[in-house]
């Protein structure tokens, strides 16, 4: 049985968040992002598989704020206290880290995930 508002997965994962800082973010749409990112992997933890997380923030280039680990509660508060960093939209850079992330610490057939949340398109061109 799994929980309303979970994901299941049965196999071992990896995720990384990818979070739009750009100047078109406000406050508000800021924090909206964080706890998107959240309540999301929230809803992967309920189905028990064992998952690794980080997370970045992108804009004019890209901050790696917690690198993979199995210390998912360690990325929540990351998250939860990232303060918003201003500037373009490049994209590609930030989908490099989450390559980086998903594939410089892959252990055997686990699954990998980027999650980047935006308002809008890439301004490096990168990401179409």
Same mark, same amino acid.
């Given at each position: 049985?799994?929980?309303? /508002? ?19 973010? @406000? $406050?508000?749409? &800021?924090?909206? *992002?964080?706890? #998107? #990112? ?7 933890? #309920?189905?028990?598989? +064992?998952?690794?997380? =980080?997370? #970045? ?5 890209? &901050?790696? +704020?917690? =690198? ?7 990325? *929540?508060?990351?998250?939860? @206290? ?10 590609? $850079?930030? %989908?490099?880290?989450? /390559? *980086? ?5 892959? =252990? /055997? ?6 999650? %980047? ?12």
């Amino acid at each position: 049985c799994v929980p309303s /508002g979970s994901v299941l997965v049965e196999e071992p994962f990896d995720i990384v968040f990818l979070l739009d800082a750009s100047a078109s973010i @406000g $406050p508000k749409e &800021w924090d909206m *992002e964080k706890q #998107a #990112a959240i309540t999301l992997m929230k809803a992967f933890r #309920a189905s028990r598989a +064992e998952m690794r997380a =980080a997370a #970045a923030q992108f804009s004019g280039r890209t &901050w790696l +704020e917690h =690198a993979l680990t199995g210390d998912v509660d360690a990325v *929540e508060t990351a998250l939860s @206290g990232l303060v918003q960093k201003s500037g373009g939209t490049n994209m590609g $850079p930030a %989908l490099d880290v989450c /390559g *980086e992330q998903l594939h410089g610490s892959r =252990a /055997g057939d686990r699954a990998g995930v980027c999650v %980047l949340i935006t308002d809008g398109q890439a301004s490096d061109g990168r990401a179409s």
